[in-house]
Each structure stands twice: as C-alpha cells, then as structure tokens.
C-alpha cells in the first residue's frame, strides 16, 4: 500500500509541476499580453453586439409584421412581469421600430412601464434604431461601387431623422 501511495505522490507532484512549468511558459510568450487583449476586445464587442439583438420579423409583409408586433408586446409584457427589464426593453424597442404610430405607443409604455424600466427603454431605443436602421439598409443597399457612401449617407440621414421625432 505505500508503494502506490508513494507513486500517487509522485504522479500528483509531476503533475503540478508541469502545470507551473506550463503556465509560466504561456505566460512568458511575446504574444500572450497581445492575445489576452485581442481575446477581451472581441469578447467585449460580442457582449456590446449582443445587448444590441434585437428581434427581427421573418417577412416584411404587412400582416406578419402585425403579427410580429403583437408578440413583441405581448413577449414585453411577460417579462417586465417577471422583473426582467433588458428583456422587456429589448421587445418593446422592437415593437415600436415596426409599429406605425410609434409615438403614441411610446405614451402608452411610459405611462404603464415603471419609471427604471422606462428610462432604459430610452437609453436602449437610440441604438436599436441605428442598428434596425443599419440593417435595413444593408438589406437594400445597391450593389455599385458607390453604395456604401450612399448607403452610409442613407442611414445617417435615417438616424437623424429618427433622433428628431
């Protein structure tokens, strides 16, 4: 029994002796601080591109888009119920982006969703736009080589025009 106690030591020992040996190893290659923060930086830009994700309809045709809005309010609804605020800002900012009289759902919200949850509606809802706005027009940019200047000029127009209302 103590020989196999012995080689168990042996082995254990071998093996956090290899980690340290392998840890220092990666940590002193030139490109590991390089690394690391190529590794955040994209991390980072995924969880900022993710809060962003906003649904989308399937279609564009009118009665989808109905449709669509409706679960988005209703999907809204459930989870400012449950407490979950992001969620619901997300749905309700997609509900407004393809509701007709967006204003006066905007009253409506504000006048039923509590006052946090209302103020990070707002916050979210610039984004939303640009980013709803920045789709639709990669979905509809000509294919010419002078699309994306024109396309770029369509979409700042849009968000400006959006950021008055």
Known sequence: MSKTLIAGGIAATTFVAYCFYYDYK???????????????????????????????????????????????????????????????????????????????????LQSTMPPEAYKMFMEFLPKAQAKYSREMMSKAAPKSKEAPAQAKAATERVIAEEAVD
């Not at 690391?36 to 969880?47: D, S």
Request: charged residues 35%; hydrophobic residues 30%.
């Open 26 to 108: 990666r940590t002193s290659d030139p490109m590991y601080k390089q690394k690391l923060r190529e590794r955040r930086r994209a991390e980072r830009n995924k969880a900022k591109e993710d809060e962003l994700d906003i649904p989308m309809p399937k279609t564009m045709d009118p009665p989808s888009i109905q449709k669509f809005f409706m679960e988005q309010v209703q999907t809204g609804e459930e989870k400012l119920g449950l407490g979950d605020y992001k969620g619901a800002v997300k749905h309700f900012a997609s509900a407004v982006l393809h509701c007709g009289q967006g204003y006066q759902l905007l009253q409506i």
